[in-house]
């Protein structure tokens, strides 16, 4: 057999991951992913970001685990999951930017298909009027959504807010200033709230 047909016949080959490759643009281009994902690196470990069409709409750390939450959005949003690097070329860069310290907030395009209801409410006020370097407490949080008693339901909101670091839910700390929790662990969020130099 000629080295060029081996390297046909090989399943564990470059070969077989440039014909992934290429089925997955031909999907992309034809309409047929859904959800693009990919993993980046940072400070927090590696993060995989998922987008659909309309947007970003995962934002996972790798204590959540990969296949958990490829099957999460497979179950919730579209089977048609795929990995998609260029969908998610401007989510990473704006990540590395921020991640240097260069970018203060991010400009992509979200998906909130994720997140309803009053959780959505609280996650959009987060996204919008806690700056950068901030921090706000979770009775803060509530007020500015104009309901002072839902500490709760806006814990919940922070809690399962499925675009962390670019919605950032790691501003929002308890009144007496403890960390609280978080979906990366709390030393991701003090890594986030240290690199913001939050106050």
């Known amino acids: ?11 564990t080959g470059s070969h077989l991951e440039r014909l992934l490759g290429r089925l997955v643009d031909e999907a992309d281009r034809r309409d047929g992913v859904d959800v693009g994902y990919r993993t980046v690196d940072g400070p927090v470990g590696p993060l995989l970001l998922a987008a659909t069409p309309a947007g970003l709409v995962r934002v996972a750390f790798a204590s959540e685990g990969e296949d958990a939450v490829l099957q999460e959005l497979a179950d919730r ?12 070329d401007e989510t990473a860069r ?25 959780r959505r409410e609280v996650l959009s006020h987060l996204a919008v009027d806690v700056e950068y370097g901030r921090t ?10 104009g309901s002072p008693r839902a500490v709760r339901a806006v814990g919940t909101a922070c809690a399962t807010n499925p675009i962390p670091v670019v919605v950032p ?18 030393e991701a969020k003090h890594v986030l709230l240290e690199l913001e130099g939050a106050r």
């Not at 839910?169 to 709390?186: F, N």
Request: hydrophobic share 35%; net charge neutral.
């Open 1 to 11: 057999m000629s080295e060029r047909a081996a390297e046909a016949f090989d399943p």
């Open 77 to 88: 949003v579209s089977p048609r999951v795929l990995p998609l690097p260029a969908r998610l």
């Open 136 to 145: 706000t407490s979770y009775a803060g949080l509530a007020a500015m959504t």
């Open 94 to 118: 704006e990540l590395d930017e921020y991640f240097a310290g260069r970018r203060h907030r991010f400009d992509v395009a979200l998906d909130w298909q994720l997140s309803g209801g009053y």
């Open 169 to 186: 839910c790691h501003r929002v700390v308890r009144s007496d200033g403890s960390m609280g929790r978080y979906r990366g662990g709390e």
